[in-house]
């Protein structure tokens, strides 16, 4: 008992998971750059505005504040009001609070930052004296006078952070622009990337879909030839399946095969013994001299089973031959020999046959040399050309047989003596184009055939094919109905 091979279990995966999960890596790896490139982007501005836009919007918030100070302070000493000194402790506040952010921030100019702190601390301290002990209307002078002093140097200081702030932002701004065109050639660099991944992913994923498709196509035409193989096996999805049936339909189909080779061969062997047998008894009957003298009907009757064994006979030895060919058990005894002496005599025969039925046959050789041939399977082959063309041609008709020597044959095996090329013309009935495909195959004869008498196997031509091809060489048909056909046999020089 053989041991059965184990079965490798591997995951299946269909068409449509294949299709949907690749559509689906590429419309992420698409939207992974899109929202990379976004985020640099945003980044990128962020960073450039962060810094010293902050600390100029923070400078600029303790100028506005300082100021509402002021204009409450001299609001006090104009005229104080209750709600007065509540309002000045809100403004100070909040600039006391962007005060505490601008120290945080800007650590490399902390010595002025320091000089704004103690400068408003004064002015604070200052101010909220005023609102304690309030004064004399004869101090007013005097008073604005120390609250000037206080008041200006403070918002010099204020007005120069502010400036040292502009001009980063101001370049800043004129940056955008750039840094703007910069982010669109990295978004453009970053989409084409992905859209280069995502062919390329597309490629690959139809590559996987696509390459099984074709060995199944090119097993599916060797088949259709009669040939049969077995297609590999590289997928695990509905493909896989369909090319293990296939597989399986071209085993059958080879074994089957095989059953009608053998079949047709074992019959044609056991009826060689019986023709033979046949042939013995006509001649011993036609040509007896013990026996009774046969009447005339009786000799056509014994002479027509004589020559019905005989073509029975030769469509046993032809299907033979060619079942020996397409199982590459014929064996060919190749020789040199002079193409023109093996041919003479079979153009010879045909000639007096041709002449029976007022056919001009005309033979038009020119010299080849010497070939490697075999003569007795070209002589066939050949033979079987001539028999076609007096079968099809009618009375008064031409057959013109060529030998020429060509210097280069498309589709036969390279030689350096170039090949021969033989044509087998004649102003037959012709061949429906439909028939001329075919015309090589076994059994096949063209719809035309019921316009002449004689019957043939439709073995002829397959033969002919079959010992062309084994000589490195290829049979052609020219043909148009009504008027005649062209067989042309191509050879290695």
Not at 6 to 23: A, C, D, Q, T, Y
Not at 60 to 68: G, P, Q, R, V
Not at 288 to 315: C, S, Y
């Amino acid at each position: 008992m053989t041991e059965q091979p184990r079965k490798i279990s591997r995951r299946r995966s269909s068409l449509f998971g294949k299709f949907f999960g690749g559509v689906i890596i590429v419309i992420v790896i698409i939207i992974g750059f899109s929202l990379t490139i976004l985020k640099g982007l945003q980044s990128g501005l962020a960073s450039g505005r962060s810094n010293e836009y902050r600390k100029l919007q923070m400078t600029l918030d303790m100028i506005d504040n300082f100021s509402a100070q002021q204009t409450v302070t001299q609001k006090v000493l104009r005229n104080a009001g209750p709600n007065d000194p509540a309002l000045y402790a809100m403004f100070n506040r909040r600039f006391l609070a962007n005060e505490d952010s601008l120290s945080a921030t800007d650590l490399t100019d902390s010595a002025r930052v320091d000089s704004i702190r103690s400068f408003h601390l004064a002015y604070d301290d200052f101010v909220r004296a005023l609102f304690a002990r309030g004064w004399l209307a004869a101090d007013t002078l005097e008073v604005q006078a120390r609250e000037h002093a206080l008041a200006v140097p403070l918002r010099g200081m204020l007005v120069a952070m502010r400036d040292k702030y502009v001009g980063p932002v101001m370049r800043t701004q004129d940056e955008i622009p750039k840094r703007m065109d910069t982010a669109i050639e990295a978004a453009v660099v970053g989409l084409m990337l992905s859209l280069a991944i995502g062919v390329g992913l597309t490629f690959m994923m139809v590559r996987t879909l696509t390459k099984p498709i074709k060995a199944l196509k090119a097993g599916t035409e060797k088949v259709g030839e009669g040939t049969y193989e077995t297609v590999p096996v590289t997928t695990n999805d509905e493909v896989a399946d369909l090319t293990r049936a296939f597989n399986l339909m071209s085993e059958k189909l080879q074994q089957l095969d095989e059953m009608r080779m053998q079949m047709m061969s074992e019959i044609s062997h056991e009826m060689r013994t019986p023709l033979q047998v046949i042939k013995a008894g006509c001649y011993s009957i036609i040509h007896t001299k013990d026996g009774p003298v046969l009447t005339q009907r009786q000799r056509d009757a014994v002479g027509m089973i004589h020559q019905a064994t005989n073509r029975i006979n030769q469509f046993v030895n032809s299907f033979l031959d060619i079942a020996k060919m397409e199982a590459g058990l014929m064996k060919f005894n190749f020789a040199p020999q002079n193409l023109i002496e093996v041919l003479t005599p079979l153009v010879g025969e045909a000639q007096l046959i041709a002449q029976t039925r007022s056919i001009n046959l005309e033979f038009l050789p020119e010299e080849t040399g010497t070939l490697s041939l075999d003569k007795d399977r070209i002589s066939q082959a050949f033979s079987n050309l001539l028999s076609n063309a007096l079968k099809y041609t009618p009375e008064q008709g031409t057959i013109t047989v060529r030998i020429t020597k060509r210097a280069q044959c498309e589709g036969v095996t390279p030689s350096a003596n170039g090949c021969v090329q033989i044509d087998v013309q004649d102003s037959g009935v012709g061949i429906p184009k439909p028939d001329l495909e075919k015309l090589f195959e076994k059994f096949y004869q063209a719809k035309n055939t019921p316009l002449v008498n004689e019957k043939g196997s439709g073995l002829g031509l397959a033969l002919v094919k079959h010992v062309t091809e084994a000589h490195g060489g290829r049979v052609s048909v020219a043909s148009e109905v009504g008027h005649g056909s062209t067989f042309t046999v191509l050879l290695p020089g």
